[in-house]
């Protein structure tokens, strides 16, 4: 199975408006689909731009104010993925769950309204003791009309344990979206997506948040850049780069995924890494 996967790097700016945030969501959907973009990515955090939104004093508002545009965040993108028949995934949103603690939710969209979702599992210190949040407690993988898929966000990607229990579980494609405020954690997460793929023969598809929110605390520094990347193995690139951004700048990238050469090399590849692990020294995550 052959597809057309998108990612875009986000760019955040101040605005005074919900409908300002989704008509540039909306630019991005409408220019990943006449792309022919089926499976389009959205950086982590991307909805902290709703933040810098003044309240009646001129002020931005509160971290934990996040979970009251829930409703209207799920809304736009399940219309927006309905109206131009692209799946997305709508970077994370901040949601509040049922014992009023704050989690960080990978979100998945399809135009028949379905949506799925993927708590964060490892926090960062920012996360934990500046916004107050608590990590999910599990990870799965989702069905899609282009196989299965996991979402596993950001820092999440640096832990090879959580990689190969998807793995595992069957996904062929993880997406990765983050959110990096310096050069050090953009190449943490880089560098860490690369190796998942050679570790478990998959595709990650990441991207990042760029741009700055001159108001908002922890979101004035943001280092992204967007990737497709496969293992690097014959028949794939030598780089094992399908398609990459420009740092910092404000765009989509778009490549295609072939599920069939994945089978390829996991069958008859130059290593065989998924194969050849070593399960009688380490646990067997299957």
């Keep these: 199975m052959k597809y057309r996967v998108g990612a875009v790097q986000y760019k955040l700016e101040d605005i005074t408006s919900f409908d300002q945030f989704a008509h540039q969501v909306e630019h991005y ?3 990943a689909s006449e792309f022919g973009v089926q499976m389009l990515l ?12 003044p309240d009646d004093e001129g002020n931005p508002q509160p971290f934990d104010n996040l979970p009251n545009y829930t409703e209207e965040y799920i809304e736009l993108f399940q219309s927006l993925s309905k109206k131009y028949d692209v799946h997305i995934i709508g970077g994370t949103h901040i ?17 028949k309204g379905d949506v799925k979702v993927q708590h964060k599992v490892h926090l960062t210190p920012t996360e934990v003791n500046e916004w107050g949040m608590s990590a999910g407690d599990g990870v799965e993988v989702f069905d899609t009309p282009f196989g299965k898929i996991a979402m596993l966000t950001c820092y999440d990607i640096e832990f090879p344990e959580i990689v190969r229990m998807v793995r595992a579980k069957g996904a062929d494609v993880i997406y990765c979206p983050s959110c990096t405020d310096d050069q050090h954690g953009f190449y943490r997460v880089r560098y860490c997506c690369h190796a998942r793929t050679v570790e478990n023969q998959v595709y990650v598809v990441t991207t990042g948040t ?3 929110l001159r108001n908002v605390d922890f ?11 496969a293992p690097n193995d014959i028949p794939f690139p030598p780089a094992g780069v399908i398609a990459e951004g420009i ?18 090399v996991r069958a008859k590849g130059a290593v065989m890494t998924w194969r050849d692990r070593r399960t009688d020294l380490y646990t067997d995550w299957s």
């Excluded at 959205?42 to 709703?50: D, G, I, V």
């Design 210 to 212: 760029v741009g700055t």
């Design 219 to 229: 979101m004035r520094a943001n280092v992204g850049k967007a990737a497709i990347l």
């Design 247 to 264: 740092m910092n700048d404000d765009m989509i990238i778009v490549g295609d995924i072939d599920l069939s050469l994945l089978q390829d």
């Design 42 to 53: 959205f950086p982590e955090f991307m909805t902290t731009q709703l933040l810098s939104i």
């Design 95 to 111: 949601v509040k769950m049922s014992d009023g603690s704050l989690r960080n939710g990978a979100h998945y969209f399809s135009p």
């Design 29 to 31: 959907v409408r220019c």
